[in-house]
């Protein structure tokens, strides 16, 4: 009789903890978009242009979501041109087949369509989708993604009265297929023309607030080359999530958003009722661009009046110390019930370094960019699809190196090779007089360590081991470094890349093939059923 009492508490607990830890009958939900891609007129500089539209839209709709949530999105190719969109900051857990980059993806061929079926897996956060293809990026098709906590886990902030997506990127007038036949020509890009915000120019975009009450701003840099600096006249903010990380909460008179990175912030309307002015403007450049948007008070009977703020313009070490005050709210908690300070990376023993130097030169009289020596050229045959067939010689493991490889540049399709369940440090050696901007895709990765000049192995001393922040894009300053610790638990064969797109266009990106020898569902999701086929793959 005790055995069986026994046994039935067992039974008890093991349902109760299975409960507890969110394991239900029921299927996580389903959201489903149905997109359709054109091209029409678009007037972000106040001129006519030919953009990417997204049922009409530019920008494209939001993608709300909660974790765990399943997305299915269909989108269909009404563009002349094959296309694809990928999903900036969606870490596709155990499926690179539908990360949206030619490595991983075939295209969406002129006048068909492609269902992407992906969950925001143990995710939450603010992240923007674009297109990833030829040059689309620089006409549109972007939008952003909203990933909520589930109702049962706590946010470290009162729930705000609204929640506003706000996309910033710096813009050219010229039309795109110029520019791609610009950089295809060999030559480099002229500065661009101007900034947009939401699709956007000059004092456009408006945001509406009662007074008294407290919004959350999403704030992503969609643009193609320049960090910017964003503020609202006679406000504070404060930082609350990067990328889908709960920060400590810091207040804010200025941000900079480098380009590919994504912000949450907190904004109080308690000045007096009118409106103000939205500042935007490149850090970094010597010709300053910016721009303006509105934020109005319901009751405002005043408009935006006098001189928008101005931003700083090339104070880095400002900018650097603004990155370094930047961290995880340990006791915060994720996507999970546990805080988010549960993980400690801090005393996880590195077992492998990565140093990876970005740099430009010529190939054959052309503009080229590189890592470690090695600028990218797309294969024939997605990587992706190359790898879980075995089709032979469309590209090779190793064929970039793990540390810098002198000034030389030569063209090959980058992959190198890393073992899972790995835990890597990965240091961006920037040598240029540039700032630099890094993502990896199917990964967060802890950002412990920034400094001027080069870096060695007494770098280390100073990495913040504690509670560094966790995101997908980084910055590197000039002629500085960035290091960032990856555990690297996600298999699959993930882009790591420039979020400067000509550098990115021209080769300044490679494949990490993550990789377990062990063929298991529990590590790796097969092929999707409706998986696109093309090159070598196909049939």
């Known amino acids: 009789m005790r055995s069986e009492n026994g046994r039935r508490w067992c039974w008890i607990a093991l349902l109760l903890a299975l ?26 500089l106040g001129v006519p242009q030919q953009g990417i539209l997204i049922n009409g839209q530019f920008p494209g709709p939001d993608i709300h979501s909660v974790t765990n949530d399943n997305l299915i999105i269909n989108v269909h190719n009404d563009l002349p041109d094959p296309f694809l969109l990928t999903w900036n900051g969606v870490q596709q857990r155990k499926n690179s087949f539908e990360d949206g980059v030619y490595g991983t993806t075939c295209p969406i061929p002129p006048g068909q369509n492609f269902t992407y079926i992906m969950q925001v897996k143990d995710q939450i956060g603010s992240f923007f989708y674009f297109p990833s293809l030829q040059f689309h990026k620089a006409v549109g098709g972007f939008g952003g993604i909203r990933i909520l906590s589930r109702p049962r886990i706590p946010v470290p902030f009162p729930e705000p009265a609204g929640d506003f997506t706000i996309l910033i990127g710096d813009w050219y007038k010229t039309d795109h297929k110029v520019l791609q036949t610009i950089l295809d020509r060999g030559k480099r890009l002229t500065f661009p023309d101007g900034i947009q915000i939401n699709g956007l120019g000059r004092d456009g975009a408006k945001f509406t607030v009662e007074p008294g009450k407290t919004y959350r701003l999403r704030i992503s840099n969609v643009g193609l080359q320049n960090s910017l ?9 404060t930082l609350v999530e990067v990328e889908g990380t709960h920060t400590i909460q810091t207040t ?21 009722a009118q409106d103000y002015y939205i500042a935007v403007s490149s850090r970094f450049t010597t010709q300053i661009l910016n721009s303006t948007a509105i934020l109005h008070y319901s009751n ?10 101005p931003g700083p313009t090339t104070d880095i070490s400002w900018s650097r110390n603004q990155a370094r005050s930047i961290r995880t ?16 990376y801090g005393q996880i023993n590195v077992t492998r370094t990565i140093r990876l130097a970005n740099h430009a030169g010529l190939v054959d009289k052309k503009q080229r960019y590189a890592v470690n020596g090695v600028s990218f050229i797309p294969a024939d045959t997605p990587l992706k699809l190359a790898d879980y067939y075995n089709i032979d010689g469309v590209f090779k493991v190793g064929s970039i190196q793990d540390k810098p490889a002198g000034r030389k540049i030569h063209l090959d399709t980058a992959v190198m090779g890393a073992d899972y369940r790995a835990f890597v440090e990965i240091v961006f050696e920037n040598r240029e007089n540039i700032v630099q901007s890094w993502h990896l895709d199917g990964y967060s990765f802890f950002v412990v360590g920034m400094d001027v000049g080069r870096w060695s192995p007494a770098s280390k001393n100073q990495y913040n081991l504690i509670d560094a922040v966790s995101r997908c894009t980084t910055q590197v300053y000039p002629r500085s470094w960035t290091a960032i610790y990856v555990p690297l638990d996600n298999v699959g064969m993930w882009n790591l890349r420039s979020q400067f797109w000509a550098r990115q266009y021209l080769g300044q990106q490679f494949y990490l093939r993550v990789y377990t020898p ?3 569902f529990r ?17």
């Not at 600096?229 to 903010?237: E, Y």
């Not at 546990?338 to 400690?344: A, D, F, L, M």
């Not at 790796?524 to 409706?530: A, Q, S, T, V």
């Open 19 to 44: 409960c507890m830890e969110g394991v239900v009958v029921a299927e996580d939900p389903y959201r489903y978009f149905d997109w359709r891609i054109t091209y029409g007129d678009i007037y972000p």
């Open 229 to 237: 600096n964003f503020q609202i006249q006679g406000h504070k903010m």
């Open 252 to 272: 804010l008179s200025s941000l900079d958003v480098h380009v590919g990175q994504s912000y949450s912030v907190l904004v109080t309307a308690d000045q007096t």
């Open 300 to 309: 405002s009977r005043k408009t935006v009046s006098g001189l928008p703020p």
């Open 329 to 344: 709210n340990l006791t915060a908690s994720g996507p999970r019930p546990n805080p988010q300070g549960s993980y400690h």
């Open 518 to 520: 062990v063929k298991s």
């Open 523 to 539: 590590d790796e999701y097969p092929i999707p059923k409706n998986a696109l086929h093309c090159g070598r793959a196909k049939g």
